[in-house]
C-alpha cells in the first residue's frame, strides 16, 4: 500500500459565532475561520507585546496612562466576543496611528493622541481596534497564512499545543512582536472592525459617527505622520457611509468624558519630541527570535501509539505496515457535544486542544516529529466546525467569488471550504461533477471528491469531503483520507463513521 503524507499542521480551530448586542437592528458580524483557541490568542499576545515593548518606548507618565487606561476600560466592557483581558498603553511615537495584538492588548501611538480632537474620535480608534481583538482577526491573519504553508491537515484540529507548538507556528510566518500579520488587514475585517467598533461606542455612551469623521480626516491629510495609519487602514470608499449606516441602528446615551483630553494633549506636547517608527528603526535592532521546542504536546483520546502490529495489515512502501481497522467501533463524542462520531476501536483520536477538531486515524500514521510546527497524517478521517474563511459582515455570508453550486448557505460555505483546501494544496483539486445533495444526521448535506499527485511523495491522493448544515448558518465537515489505490478497502470504514456522525444543534459553539 502506498503511503499518503499529507505535510501539514493539524490545527485546532474555533469559531466564534455572530455578535449580536442590545440593539436589535444592528448588523450581525461573523468572524472568520480561525485554527487558533482563544487561550492561544492570549499566549501569543503576552509574547507579541512582551516583544513590541523592547523594541518601542512606552510614554512613562501616570496621569495620560490613568486615562486611557479608564477610556480603554468603558470601551473593552461593551466588546463582544471572548472575555479577554485587555491592556491599553501609549507608545512614544510620533506616528498618527494604533494597533491590537491578539488576545486584548492594544497600543495607542502618542501622534495620535496628539492628534485627536476630541475623546469620541479617540474612542473611536480604539474601539475599532478592540473589535479586531474580540474578532480575533489577528490569528485570523495568521491562519490564512499558515495556510498556505501547512495544507489539508490544518483542518484536522491539532495545532501542536501548548507555547512551543504556537511558537514554532507564529514563527513560521514572521514571529512574535510587530508581526505584520498583526497589524495590516483586508477591508473586509475593515469593515467588520468598523460596524462592531461602532456598536461598542455606542453601548459606551460615543456618537459612532466620530470614528469615521476622524478617518476620514486623516485620510485628507498630506503628512508623513499619517501615512502608516492609512497604510494599516485600508479606506472603502464608503467607509464613512456604512457607519453612518450603522450609527442609525443604533441607540447612543452619551455619557460624560472619562477624563480631560486636552489636559493629556498638553502633557504630552511638554515632554520631549516624540520619535518616528522610520527612527526607532534606525535605532533599535529588533529583538532576536527565540528558539522554541519541537515537541507536541498533544494527547491521543483513546489507545496509545505503538510500533507493533498485527499481521492483518496493508503494507507500506515507504513506512510501516498499517493495522487494518476493526470491526468493533466506539462512540468519540467531542467535549462541548456539539458531535459524536464512531470511531474503529484500534484507531487513534486526537482530539483538539480547545476547539472543535478531531483526527481519528490507524495507529503510527501521523509522524510525531515536527517540521516547521507540522504534523503529518498517511490517512484517515477529520471532523470539525467551520465558517466561511473571512467571516461576513450582514444577516449571511455571501461567496464573494461565485459559489461553485449554489446560494442556499450550506452550498456557499461549501464553495469557500474547497476554495481554501485548492489553495492551501495545489495537487488537490475538486473532481466537477462528483457532488451529490444527500441528508446526515438528518440534515442536508453535500458530498464531493477531491483528487491529486502529492508532489512530494508521487503518490495519488483522494479526499471525500462531506459537509453539513448547522442551525446558525456554520457547517460540520469531515474529511476522508486515504491513498486512491486503496480507497476502496477503506471506503466501508469510512461509509461507516460517516453514517454515525451526529450533531446537537443545542450544543453552543462559539
Not at 480603554?72 to 494604533?98: E, I
Not at 460596524?195 to 478617518?215: K, N, T
Not at 476501536?345 to 490507524?362: D, E, F, K, L, Q
Not at 461549501?414 to 475538486?430: G, K
Request: proline share 5%; net charge neutral.
Amino acid at each position: 500500500m502506498k503511503r499518503l503524507i499529507t505535510s501539514t499542521t493539524l490545527g485546532a480551530i474555533l469559531i466564534t459565532c455572530g455578535f449580536v448586542g442590545s440593539a436589535s437592528a444592528q448588523t450581525v458580524v461573523k468572524p472568520g475561520f480561525n485554527v487558533f483557541s482563544v487561550s492561544q490568542d492570549v499566549e501569543i499576545g503576552q509574547q507579541s507585546a512582551a516583544q513590541v515593548e523592547r523594541q518601542m518606548p512606552v510614554v512613562n507618565d501616570a496621569a495620560t496612562n490613568r486615562y486611557i487606561a479608564s477610556l480603554g476600560a468603558r470601551l473593552a466592557a461593551q466588546a463582544p466576543g471572548p472575555k479577554f483581558d485587555y491592556h491599553f498603553k501609549v507608545v512614544d511615537v510620533s506616528d498618527v496611528n494604533a494597533f491590537a495584538l491578539p488576545g486584548g492588548y492594544i497600543y495607542v501611538h502618542r501622534g495620535l493622541l496628539e492628534q485627536v480632537h476630541d475623546e469620541g474620535e479617540l474612542a473611536g480608534v480604539m474601539s475599532h481596534e478592540i473589535a479586531h481583538v474580540a474578532l480575533r482577526h489577528p490569528t485570523n491573519q495568521v491562519t490564512k497564512a499558515y495556510m498556505a504553508q501547512a495544507g489539508l491537515g490544518l483542518l484536522g484540529g491539532l495545532l501542536g499545543g501548548g507555547s512551543s507548538g504556537t511558537g514554532q507556528i507564529i514563527n513560521a510566518v514572521g514571529g512574535f512582536g510587530l508581526n505584520t500579520l498583526f497589524l495590516k488587514f483586508s477591508r473586509s475585517a475593515e469593515s467588520q472592525a468598523d460596524v462592531v467598533g461602532s456598536q461598542i461606542m455606542a453601548r459606551a455612551g460615543y456618537d459612532p459617527v466620530d470614528m469615521a469623521r476622524f478617518f476620514n480626516y486623516l485620510a485628507q491629510q498630506n503628512s508623513s505622520r499619517t501615512a502608516t495609519f492609512l497604510s494599516d487602514h485600508p479606506a472603502p470608499a464608503d467607509r464613512e457611509a456604512r457607519v453612518r449606516q450603522e450609527a442609525r441602528m443604533l441607540q447612543v446615551r452619551p455619557l460624560a468624558a472619562v477624563g480631560n483630553l486636552g489636559s493629556i494633549q498638553g502633557r504630552l506636547r511638554r515632554m520631549a519630541p516624540a520619535p518616528s517608527m522610520a527612527q526607532l528603526a534606525v535605532r533599535q535592532q529588533a529583538a532576536p527570535q527565540s528558539s522554541r521546542s519541537s515537541q507536541s504536546s498533544n494527547q491521543p483520546y483513546g489507545s496509545s501509539q505503538s510500533s507493533n502490529y498485527p499481521q492483518d495489515s496493508y503494507p507500506q512502501n515507504n513506512g510501516p505496515a498499517i493495522e487494518r481497522p476493526s470491526s468493533q467501533y466506539r462512540a468519540y463524542m467531542q467535549p462541548d457535544g456539539l458531535y459524536q462520531i464512531d470511531a474503529p476501536s484500534n484507531w487513534t483520536v486526537y482530539a483538539s486542544n480547545g476547539g472543535y477538531g478531531v483526527t481519528i486515524v490507524p495507529r503510527g500514521t501521523i509522524d510525531d516529529r515536527y517540521d516547521n510546527g507540522q504534523q503529518h497524517v498517511t490517512y484517515g478521517v477529520i471532523v470539525n466546525h467551520y465558517v466561511p474563511f473571512n467571516g461576513s459582515v450582514g444577516s449571511r455570508f455571501v461567496e464573494p467569488d461565485d459559489s461553485r453550486f449554489g446560494n442556499t448557505q450550506l452550498e456557499q460555505a461549501t464553495s469557500d471550504l474547497i476554495d481554501n483546501i485548492e489553495q492551501s494544496n495545489p495537487h488537490l483539486r475538486y473532481v466537477a461533477g462528483t457532488e451529490r445533495r444527500t441528508t446526515l444526521s438528518g440534515q442536508q448535506a453535500m458530498m464531493l471528491t477531491l483528487r491529486g499527485r502529492n508532489p512530494d511523495t508521487g503518490d495519488d491522493e483522494q479526499v471525500m469531503l462531506v459537509t453539513r448544515a448547522l442551525p446558525d448558518e456554520h457547517i460540520i465537515y469531515m474529511l476522508m483520507i486515504a491513498p486512491r489505490d486503496d480507497y476502496s478497502d477503506l471506503s466501508p470504514t469510512f461509509d461507516r463513521m460517516m453514517r454515525s456522525l451526529r450533531t446537537d444543534n443545542r450544543s453552543i459553539h462559539g
